[in-house]
């Protein structure tokens, strides 16, 4: 008998793949639709894979989210964290990281920039003269500088002053908790 010798199936481990594909697909999707843009609809046509098809790897809208979310920090570990720990200790090392995510960013791993970022602002509360990638760079500015010299000083009285810089920045200052807002 002349048969063709086929390595075997693992389904599991073409599931798998099929879903680090969807998910890959997903992450992508959102930075340039945001998380609640991002539906079974458009990732079926992103990947030409079926809705049915999707709904056997993602339960709901939810728990797609919810795992895109991983799949971006799993991809922002590999491409930022990862390159800034091999780095040596100390000035080195915080340049390294300076420098992998502005590589991450540069070669365009996700369509709408750094995933973070662009999930982040997408309720479309800002005012319309608001730049998001300004107010985005102004608060990670603030936020960094907050912690080195809460770091440096050991002053809680420097992260008192960013989170009043950042509601006053965010036209919250009205003395709300944001998360009430």
């Given amino acids: 008998m002349n048969q063709r010798s086929r390595a075997p199936r693992h389904p599991r481990a073409d599931g798998e793949r099929t879903r680090a594909a969807i998910l890959r697909a997903a992450a992508s999707l959102a930075t340039v639709d945001g998380l609640e843009g991002l539906s079974i609809g458009n990732l079926a046509a ?36 990862r390159p800034a720990l091999a780095a040596r200790p100390g000035l080195a ?10 590589g991450y960013v540069q070669r365009g791993v996700f ?6 970022a662009a999930t982040a602002l997408e309720q479309h509360e800002l005012p319309a003269r608001e730049d998001p990638d300004r ?8 936020l960094l500088a907050a912690d080195t010299k809460f770091i440096l000083n050991d002053d809680p ?9 950042v509601r006053q920045r965010l036209g919250l200052d009205n003395g709300a908790n944001p998360s009430e807002s």
């Avoid at 049915?52 to 590999?78: D, P």
């Avoid at 369509?111 to 973070?116: A, D, I, S, T």
């Avoid at 107010?135 to 603030?142: D, P």
């Avoid at 009285?157 to 810089?165: E, G, P, S, V, Y």
């Fill in 46 to 81: 992103a990947t030409g894979i079926s809705k049915s098809g999707l709904y056997a790897h993602f339960g709901s809208k939810q728990e797609l989210q919810l795992a895109t979310v991983g799949e971006a920090e799993r991809i922002f570990t590999a491409e930022v964290v």
């Fill in 93 to 102: 090392q915080l340049a390294a990281a300076c420098e992998a995510f502005l």
């Fill in 111 to 116: 369509p709408g920039g750094c995933f973070f």
């Fill in 135 to 142: 107010l985005a760079f102004e608060l990670h500015a603030i």
């Fill in 157 to 165: 009285a420097a992260l008192d002053l960013a989170r009043q810089i």
